[in-house]
């Protein structure tokens, strides 16, 4: 059974109570990994990888000779901005291992509870600078464990043909922006301005309520997808059209890996940007009291709670009306949105070379951006949800996850090594290009796609 049949009593903007919970658990999942995310590039940097501390840091040696052998000498921001990406990229990479033990064996609740464990205790690894490396592996793991079979129980929740799905990971997705803006302003605070482990601790919190939530709404999540026992017979493989449809899938993944990779800098480059680029006094002259640098990492979050109601709105004025855009024209649109923010950067860059830019041209940015994510980052997960075969769900829905292990963390590391060899705006007119790029791909792949991309009805 890979959808419940009939609908429970609807609490959230017309949704089963299971989102609810999911909305929930996410939240504060999402509070943990941002809260973390927030500090991390800033603690390489500034503290953990400096002389006279990195010595005390477990496997340091390997981990810096394993990427100088491939890249060569790398600078402190060069080796942060690697391990950045590569954390960003792997805890994204993950979820293949665990949306296949969430098919075949465990289920898909199962499986997040022990991911939630799991995260709980690399957080507070993360007190102990000595623990870097062993912390990340663990959280990378227990990430992939949870991540994929909470977002493929949101589409689970819907019966097929269910019309609410967009709009019900537009919602889930608010869940997850409503913990990420909370998230720099406690625990980024606590580690920027009290000590590091502080931040990391309350990211450890994070998990535990997550973990309660999950717990307190166990009875409302759908049930798991069948999973095959001893003795029973192999499942059948996917047919014809089902295999189209996978193919389909893995070709839109080509341009989100691009998208992925731009906009993963926001917790590598813009941090540092905002860190030594920018004048955050509030009002210079005025009030001239700064903005901690990780509070920038809550302008994204905060804009998709504020912005997103406004968008949903909007497209289902345009289906009561046939004319609200296929998935695809809305990510084409997230990702020339994308393009523009980076060129708004890069402009701003240019323009005050000589000076610190003012943190208005950041907040613009952000709000560009956080637009064109809505277009993409939900609907692309409702898109594969709804293409894929149910039977595989927790599995596909890893998958759509691939853009940001390759891109948002692989390719994101290595775009981030070029911001000390450019000048920032040609680095931002770069990321821009990458942006455009991945548009016109999704675009030419519409027409192409489009019998493919049909949501099936096993």
């Known amino acids: 059974m890979t959808a419940i049949d009939s609908m429970p009593e609807k609490t959230l903007f017309g949704h089963p109570r299971g989102l609810s919970v999911l909305f929930a658990t996410e939240m504060w999942e999402r509070f943990s990994y941002y809260g973390m995310r927030a500090l991390l590039v800033l603690y390489l940097v500034h503290d953990v990888l400096l002389p006279g501390r990195v010595e005390h840091v477990l496997f ?53 509870v022990i991911g939630i464990i799991g995260m709980i205790v690399g957080e507070f690894m993360l007190m102990s600078p000595a623990l870097l490396f062993p912390a990340l592996l663990i959280l990378i793991v227990a990430g992939g464990f949870f991540k994929t079979n909470t977002t493929a129980q949101v589409g689970m929740l819907y019966v097929r043909g269910d019309a609410r799905r967009d709009r019900a990971y537009s919602i889930y997705y608010v869940g997850v922006n409503v913990g990420a803006a909370i998230a720099p302003l406690v625990a980024g605070t606590l580690g920027e301005l009290v000590g590091w482990q502080y931040g ?38 996917l047919n014809a059209q089902e295999r189209k449809s996978v193919m389909s899938l893995l070709l839109i993944v080509i341009p989100l890996v691009l998208w992925w990779a731009c906009y993963e800098q926001q917790g ?11 004048d955050r006094r509030l009002i210079p002259g005025l009030i001239n009291w700064e903005i901690p640098v990780t509070w920038f990492q809550s302008f994204n979050p905060v804009m998709i709670f504020v912005f997103t109601p406004f968008l949903l709105s909007l497209w289902t004025r345009q289906a009561r009306d046939l004319k609200e855009p296929n998935s695809m024209y ?13 060129l708004v950067l890069a402009f ?14 950041l907040g613009l940015y952000f709000a560009i951006i956080t637009t064109g994510e809505i277009f993409l980052s939900p609907i692309s997960q409702s898109l594969f949800s709804k293409v894929a075969p149910a039977r595989i769900a927790s599995l596909a ?42 548009a016109i791909m999704l675009w030419l792949l519409e027409k192409p796609l489009e019998p493919y991309l049909k949501q099936s009805h096993d």
Do not use: C
């Open 200 to 237: 990391f601790g309350a990211a450890g919190v994070g998990l535990i309520l997550a973990l309660a939530a999950y717990f307190a709404g166990w009875k409302y999540l759908p049930a798991d997808g069948v999973k095959p026992r001893a003795g029973r017979a192999k499942a059948k493989p």
């Open 397 to 438: 829905m890893a998958v759509v996850f691939l853009p940001n292990f390759l891109g948002g963390g692989l390719l994101q590391g290595y775009l981030g090594t070029y911001w000390g060899r450019m000048g920032h705006p040609l680095f931002f007119v770069m990321v821009a290009a990458i942006g455009f790029l991945a």
């Open 330 to 342: 809305k990510m084409v649109t997230g990702a020339a949105m994308l393009g523009v923010s980076y």
């Open 268 to 278: 590598n480059i813009i941090a540092l940007f905002a860190d030594a680029n920018t």
């Open 348 to 361: 701003a860059a240019w323009h005050g070379a000589s000076s610190h830019i003012s943190w208005l041209w």
């Open 60 to 112: 340091y040696p390997q981990v810096k000779g394993f990427y100088e052998a491939l890249f060569g000498p790398l600078s402190v921001q060069q080796l942060s901005s690697w391990i950045y990406g590569t954390y960003t990229g792997f805890i994204y990479a993950s979820p293949l291992l665990g949306g296949w033990i969430g098919d075949n064996y465990l289920g898909q609740r199962k499986t997040a």
